[in-house]
């Protein structure tokens, strides 16, 4: 049986202060042995620095079954977890929320750790939220950055890892540097080109189109 990663819903509000949005993805976890887990995982844009919150739940109902919960951080190019004694999310495989210390001792832990790596790289959300950690930039042409034109070309570039974003104006001298996530916030739908691989480029003819993908250049 293969590993299943399946996205669930996502929530997103305002922040009480109005100063951001206040974001939660939710999804299941299964795994080659038919193993359950479900999690969930968030952020707040607007907020310094940038951390988010993940929540894994195992065991629902069964002595020994509870919810570990971790802040998430860029380390080193890379994100990294930090387990917290408090409470992120409910999620339906989970038991009670166990602190900081409890999650140490726990026997599952490595599997909780493992559970976590593959939603961080599968659940599209969560490559949204690891460019939010990262400030990932990339060049917009000046229409896109300003909104006139959607987004129809992605290039992930090879060499200095530059995310590129043009709508049907070709890119020109003119290109504005912005963070990726940025352009995530405006169009979601950006989401489904988030694993784009170094030197390739995705098109698409109009948004929520389907994306064509092929090496760049």
């Not at 996502?10 to 951001?20: C, K, Q, Y």
């Not at 995982?41 to 919150?53: I, K, L, Y």
């Not at 409910?90 to 593959?118: E, I, K, N």
């Not at 030197?199 to 389907?210: D, F, S």
């Amino acid at each position: 049986m293969d590993i299943e990663v399946v996205e669930g819903s996502f929530v997103e509000v305002p922040t009480a202060a109005v100063t951001g949005m206040d974001r939660r993805a939710f999804g299941e976890f299964i795994g080659p042995r038919g193993e359950l887990a479900s999690y969930a995982f968030g952020w707040v844009t607007g907020s310094e620095p940038h951390a988010g919150a993940l929540s894994v739940g195992i065991g629902a109902g069964n002595p020994g079954g509870g919810t570990f919960h971790a802040v998430v951080f860029q380390l080193e190019g890379n994100y990294a977890f930090s387990l917290t004694d408090e409470p992120f999310e409910r999620v339906p495989q989970g038991g009670p929320d166990l602190t900081a210390d409890q999650a140490r001792a726990h026997d599952t832990l490595p599997f909780v750790w493992w559970v976590a790596d593959l939603v961080m790289e599968r659940d599209r959300r969560a490559r949204w939220m690891r460019h939010w950690l990262a400030g990932t930039n990339c060049v917009q042409t000046a229409e896109v950055f300003e909104r006139r034109e959607p987004v129809l070309s992605v290039v992930n570039g090879a060499g200095d890892g530059m995310w590129q974003l043009a709508g049907t104006t070709d890119a020109g001298a003119g290109g504005k540097v912005g963070h990726l996530h940025h352009a995530i916030d405006e169009d979601p739908t950006l989401v489904d080109v988030l694993d784009l691989a170094p030197g390739h480029i995705a098109r698409r003819t109009r948004v929520g189109g389907r994306w064509d993908r092929e090496t760049n250049g």
